[in-house]
Nanobody, 128 residues
């Protein structure tokens, strides 16, 4: 069983930056494929970024491409999301997610249904 705890959310002005962290415990972090999702009330949870277990493959939707960067530090069992040039539309609750690939397929998975483990989320609010 993998536990995930997000941190780093907050209030920031448009154009600013935040770095989210997701600390993992209880599993083999190096074999986890991970992702960041976000959700606003009344809407579906959507992918923000995904990374393969090797960290060699990443995925970003067009809405955040060139602004957000996902990374994972196996030594610290931590997943990160660097968010630059934030926009009011980025306001949402951000969740990290993971599943254990068993060191198999080296993909960046972008569907929420692919993931087994979820954190509780951290709120990001971008003011205009």
């Amino acid at each position: 069983q993998v536990q995930l705890v997000e941190s780093g959310g907050g209030l920031v002005q448009a154009g600013g930056s935040l770095r989210l962290s997701c600390a993992a415990s209880g599993g083999t972090f190096s074999s986890l494929a991970c992702g960041w999702f976000r959700q606003v009330p009344g809407k579906e949870r959507t992918i923000v970024a995904a990374i393969s277990w090797t960290a060699a493959v990443t995925y970003y939707p067009d809405s955040v491409k060139a602004r957000f960067t996902i990374s994972k530090d196996n030594a610290k069992n931590t997943l990160y999301l660097q968010m630059n040039n934030l926009k009011p539309d980025d306001t949402a609750r951000y969740y990290c997610a993971a599943f254990d690939t068993g060191h198999s397929a080296n993909y960046a998975y972008f569907r929420s249904s692919d993931y087994d483990y979820w954190g509780q989320g951290t709120q990001v609010t971008v003011s205009s």
